[in-house]
């Protein structure tokens, strides 16, 4: 079982709807991270959280640490959000070297 | 600050050959990454450094090198291409600690013939 998995793996949605994408996570950690990646494009950081909710434009990430799972909302959803998204943990262990853990990526499609 | 740069974009070797990728980054980064990206998969690991001078390996290091004689640089070479390493490669760099935001390169396309 992978230590950060991410659902769905893919998502059509038509124009201007609220989409939700999930993390869940296994490991002890110290921040939780979404970037976006736009295809054949590079990778950007959209969020990194430890608890609670950010909000940035039409994205919002919550977190909630006891559950170990995070989500990603995209609000009133554009063509040009379709991307993949991706989630990554920080593990809170000190051995880790501070590298991440990475999900597969949830590749979103929002149709005109 | 022009982040993370990576060269070259795009590159086709045949089986056998072997290469540099550069990557550089101008924000004083302790920490610098390399990755793979293959479809269906999330992104892999291949080495990582701490601060110059100082490099481990990450989950996939088979058929690369790296080293990081400055704090700027971070090159990947591949010793002698794979078809296997056909892949886009990311370089990554963050601060250090916990709470590292990373910032990426845009990417190295890579065929091996």
């Known amino acids: 079982k992978n230590e950060v998995e991410q659902s769905p793996q893919n998502l059509t949605a038509q124009e201007g709807e609220f989409i939700t994408i999930n993390c869940s996570y296994s490991?002890?950690?110290?921040?939780l991270h979404w970037l976006q990646q736009h295809p054949g494009g590079g990778i950007v950081s959209l969020f990194m959280?430890?608890?609670?909710?950010k909000k940035h434009g039409r994205l919002i990430a919550t977190i909630n640490i006891q559950e170990k799972h995070s989500s990603l909302h995209i609000t009133a959803s554009h063509p040009r959000d379709s991307a993949v998204y991706i989630c990554?943990?920080?593990?809170?262990?000190?051995?880790?070297?501070?590298?991440?853990?990475w999900g597969a990526g949830t590749k979103l499609i929002i149709k005109p | 600050n022009a982040g993370v740069t990576q060269t070259p974009k795009f590159q086709v070797l045949k089986t056998g050959q072997s290469m540099t990728l550069q990557c550089a980054q101008d924000?004083?980064?302790?920490?610098m990454s390399w990755y793979r990206q293959d479809p269906g998969m999330g992104l892999r690991l291949i080495h990582y450094?701490?601060?110059?001078?100082?490099?481990d390996q990450g989950e996939v290091p088979n058929g690369y090198n790296v080293s990081r004689s400055t704090t700027e640089d971070f090159p990947l070479r591949l010793l002698s291409a794979a078809p296997s390493q056909t892949s886009v490669y990311f370089c990554?760099?963050?601060?250090?600690?916990?709470?590292?935001?990373?910032?990426f390169g845009p990417g190295t396309r890579l065929t091996v013939l």
């Open positions: 450094s701490v601060g110059a001078g100082i490099t």
């Open positions: 490991v002890g950690i110290s921040a």
């Open positions: 924000m004083n980064h302790e920490y």
């Open positions: 990554a943990v920080s593990p809170s262990t000190r051995d880790s070297n501070y590298q991440l853990i």
């Open positions: 990554a760099s963050h601060l250090g600690g916990q709470y590292n935001e990373q910032f």
């Open positions: 959280l430890s608890s609670g909710k």
